[in-house]
């Protein structure tokens, strides 16, 4: 069965530094997410992506971070200068229909640690 | 903020027997539900939804029961099997909205053998 795939599983960061997570969705699919969940709390919208734009994005999304699709397959969230609460679990998921029909397949994640 | 409420953070349920996992929401905007189910250090995996027209959507060995009057969801696992252990999120969306899908904070299903 087709996945997404996120890479690295787990990345260390120094506070101020810019990190880049990675993420190759489904082929065929056109709709492409990102969502995070940090440590006990519920898991949360950060941006979708349609058409090779932002299509959504939550208030957790501000200047620091930004999405890019740089070729036919990846998908990445940069965060320009990690703060320590960046701190998370962060999936990217990817749908055929958008959230209107709601069915998002997720990747395994991308455990995120800012020291 | 917490438009998706899962009161109960863990359940605990003898195998083969039914598992009644719960969701209350405040959003009347919400027209679209779903279930997710999470294994550690995997994401999280499509269950089954409902839009807000019906009152019941069933799959298998899981239906989902929508009670709009009461922002209430319940998500029924008939019978339960020792994989069905995992954490279940419940989440819903609104069609006007854009703030992706909102996810309650996830009950930790046990099927006890």
């Known amino acids: 069965e087709p996945e997404v795939t996120q890479t690295p599983s787990h990345q260390v960061t120094q506070m101020g530094q810019e990190v880049i997570l990675r993420c190759v969705p489904i082929s065929n699919h056109l709709y492409f997410y990102w969502y995070r969940q940090i440590l006990g709390q519920k898991v949360e919208f950060l941006v979708s992506?349609?058409?090779?734009?932002?299509?959504?994005k939550s208030e957790i999304f501000d200047d620091q971070f930004s999405v890019e699709r740089p070729d036919g397959s990846n998908f990445t969230l940069k965060i320009r200068s990690t703060k320590l609460e960046d701190s998370a679990m962060y999936f990217c998921?990817?749908?055929?229909?958008?959230?209107?029909?709601?069915?998002?397949?997720f990747g395994s994640g991308t455990q995120l640690s800012v020291l | 903020d917490q438009q998706v409420k899962q009161n109960s953070p863990s359940l605990s349920v003898q195998e083969g027997r039914i598992s009644i996992l719960n969701c209350d929401y405040t959003?009347?905007?919400?027209?679209?539900f779903l279930w997710y189910k999470k294994y550690p250090a995997e994401g999280p995996t499509f269950l089954i939804s409902i839009s807000s027209i019906k009152d019941k959507n069933e799959d298998g060995r899981f239906t989902v029961f929508l009670n709009k009057s009461a922002k209430h969801l319940s998500l029924h696992i008939v019978p339960s099997q020792p994989g069905d252990s995992a954490v279940y999120f419940c989440a819903a969306r609104s069609g006007g909205g854009a703030d992706g899908l909102t996810f309650g904070k996830g009950t930790h299903l046990i099927i006890q053998p």
């Open positions: 998921a990817s749908s055929e229909n958008g959230h209107n029909l709601g069915k998002l397949f």
């Open positions: 959003n009347s905007m919400f027209d679209y």
């Open positions: 992506f349609y058409n090779n734009e932002i299509s959504e």
